[in-house]
């Protein structure tokens, strides 16, 4: 059974940072790209970054380069979101979703359609 778990979203002030975490099981993690979407109430889900299979391969959406950094660790099946300097226009419930056909993290990764399997979403909130 295909399982996405994400965790660590919080109530953090303006400024501050928080590290996402996606644990993944049931495929292979290994062939596998992985993308965070953001989505507000009643908006359609937007790309915030993927990594590609190896981890060689990042993108981010404009407004989170530079302060968000993806990474994986292939023992631990979990793909990491680092946030930093966070705004409150980056509150948010923020999911994982996997992408099991190559290529991964390619030219349309921010296209929601691409990917197989989704997680429940962690809700992140920003403010004084």
């Known amino acids: 059974q295909v399982q996405l778990v994400e965790s660590g979203g919080d109530l953090v002030q303006p400024g501050g940072s928080l590290r996402l975490s996606c644990v993944a099981s049931?495929?292979?993690?290994?062939?596998?790209?992985i993308g965070w979407f953001r989505q507000a109430p009643g908006k359609e889900r937007e790309g915030v970054s993927c990594?590609?299979?190896?981890?060689?391969?990042?993108e981010y959406a404009d407004s989170e380069k530079g302060r968000f950094t993806i990474s994986r660790d292939k023992v631990k099946n979990t793909v990491y979101l680092q946030m930093n300097s966070l705004k409150p226009e980056d509150k948010d419930v923020y999911y994982c979703?996997?992408?099991?056909?190559?290529?991964?993290?390619?030219?349309?990764?921010?296209?929601?359609?691409?990917?197989?399997?989704w997680g429940r979403g962690t809700p992140v909130t920003v403010s004084s």
């Open positions: 049931g495929f292979r993690f290994g062939y596998s790209g």
């Open positions: 979703a996997a992408d099991l056909q190559p290529p991964f993290c390619g030219g349309e990764w921010n296209y929601s359609t691409w990917y197989n399997y």
């Open positions: 990594i590609n299979n190896s981890g060689g391969r990042t």
